[in-house]
């Protein structure tokens, strides 16, 4: 049985991720067609082996669009991108308690991917992925310390 959240993790849609073989031609063809520009980056993240851009329209967006490019020949986004050319395939969730929103997922079922680990795009602060029993890939990044 499915449990509900705990209201102390303060769940947040924050981003769509979307593999790609580049960052420029997918970074244009969202300018051209939305109107999207770059609001962060890019990013070359050493652990997780990407580079990354953050693109949105306004400030008013509830979510941005995360492009996200090998960094190396090893990189984890390649075997999306070999399968199916790649495309939208996570959405990234920000949390207030990154270890109690694991081990929330891990009581629902859920499979810890990766640990937390921190990540150049969020000011080193911590990410974690999970995978569901509906073959869902989720991205979680620990929240700001104000």
Same mark, same amino acid.
């Given at each position: ?14 981003h769509? *991720?979307? &593999?790609v073989s ?6 244009e063809?969202?300018?051209? +067609?939305?109107?999207? $520009?770059?609001v ?7 652990i ?12 008013e967006?509830v ?8 960094l ?13 050319? *790649?495309? &939208?395939?996570?959405l990234?969730?920000?949390t ?5 929103a +694991?081990?929330?997922? $891990? ?7 990766s ?8 000011q ?8 569901t ?9 620990e929240?700001?310390?104000?």
């Open positions: 049985m499915i449990s509900e959240p705990p209201e102390n993790l303060n769940f947040k849609l924050m769509v *991720g979307v &593999a580049t960052l420029g031609p997918t970074t063809l969202l300018s051209a +067609l939305f109107g999207y $520009k770059v962060s980056g890019p990013f070359d993240d050493p997780q082996k990407v580079t990354v851009n953050f693109l949105a329209k306004s400030a967006d979510a941005e669009i995360e492009l996200i490019a090998p190396a020949q090893d990189s984890p986004i390649r075997s999306m991108l070999a399968k199916d050319g *790649g495309g &939208a395939y996570h990234c969730f920000e207030s308690d990154i270890d109690a +694991l081990a929330h997922a $891990k009581s629902n079922g859920c499979i810890v991917v640990p937390p680990v921190p990540a150049v795009a969020f080193g602060r911590r990410i974690a992925w999970i995978y029993r509906s073959r869902q890939l989720f991205e979680l990044v929240a700001a310390t104000v």
